[in-house]
């Protein structure tokens, strides 16, 4: 990753907003031609730092009113198998997210459902169901945006 | 507005996000024309906002991700947009989250390795203004991660 250089990192830039963007077109913005622009996003994809891609949905538009982050934690670790738990939470069409983290919860989850009342029902008949939950604390989302990261980070001059 | 060839058309884009139109049409067993049609209509709806690249930061080298659970000082008016506006300036944040709940504001934050978050989180993070509490959740494993709708 070491030999990445400033075009690189403007590809990604410019593919994590827009990756319907051809190699032409983005080779334009860049200078390069479009062949010289498809190899480095070949590279990339390759390298393993571009994983794919994934389409941007308006949620509301399509009856998803509500986006709800949820903190769990297992009742009886040791006892429950993680992989037991993680098969049967990732199985649930409105659960969008599941991130196993370290600290105040065991589990991150987001869910997504039409209205608050369809919330409850997700809440009540399938995330507390699941094996082992123990406490489950829910924060509702009311807005969000995400950054460039540090690929938008000017680069030295050399 | 939305009828069942468009839902399965969303579903068949979230599940496989990298088909190319004709194979996608050939999938559902109509031309690529009428597929182009139809996307453009759902574009046009603002229902399809676009694609985005997905990015592993691991592989760039930012081996740690922490979620950073704030509690603004309220009393305040300004403390959301002041605290947002400033949390922008911080390239390693990723993801910025307001909620209605116990926790106001969810940064997502990434680093190197765990000294160079240390050097963010003193630096940058505890600078930031209006903070009442802080509390840092460690990401150890991504799960699940497409964000699908269940259309």
């Not at chain 2, 081996?63 to 390693?92: G, M, W, Y």
Request: contains cysteine; proline residues 5%; aromatic residues 4%.
């Amino acid at each position: 990753m070491s030999d990445l250089d400033d075009i690189d990192f403007g590809l990604l830039r410019a593919l994590s907003q827009d990756a319907s963007q051809s190699a032409g077109a983005l080779g334009r913005e860049l200078g390069l031609s479009q062949p010289a622009c498809w190899r480095r996003i070949k590279r990339l994809q390759d390298l393993g730092i571009i994983t794919g891609r994934r389409i941007d949905l308006n949620p509301e538009k399509l009856g998803f009113g509500v986006t709800v982050f949820l903190g769990l934690k297992l009742a009886t670790k040791g006892r429950v198998s993680l992989e037991d738990f993680e098969r049967a939470v990732s199985a649930i069409p409105e659960v969008q997210t599941v991130e196993h983290v370290l600290g105040l919860y065991d589990y991150r989850l987001r869910v997504t459902a039409r209205d608050i009342a369809d919330f409850e029902r997700v809440l009540r008949r399938r995330i507390m169901l699941l094996p082992g939950v123990g406490s489950v604390d829910a924060n509702v989302l009311l807005s969000e945006e995400r950054r460039p990261g540090p690929l938008g980070v000017p680069q030295k001059i050399s | 507005m939305l009828d069942d060839l468009d839902r399965r058309i969303l579903r068949h884009m979230q599940s496989e996000p990298e088909q190319s139109i004709p194979d996608l049409a050939d999938r559902l067993g109509m031309t690529p024309s009428r597929l182009t049609r139809r996307l453009e209509k759902l574009r046009e709806a603002g229902i399809l906002l676009g694609q985005r690249a997905v990015i592993d930061w691991r592989a760039l080298g930012y081996a740690v991700e922490v979620s950073l659970r704030v509690t603004l000082d309220k009393t305040n008016p300004r403390a959301f947009d002041e605290f947002i506006a400033q949390a922008r300036t911080i390239p390693e944040v990723l993801e910025i989250q307001t909620f209605l709940g116990q926790v106001d504001v969810r940064l997502s934050v990434i680093a190197r390795d765990m000294a160079h978050y240390q050097t963010i989180y003193r630096r940058a993070i505890l600078t930031l203004p209006h903070i009442a509490d802080i509390e840092a959740l460690m990401h150890v494993a991504r799960i699940k991660s497409n964000e699908s709708l269940p259309l």
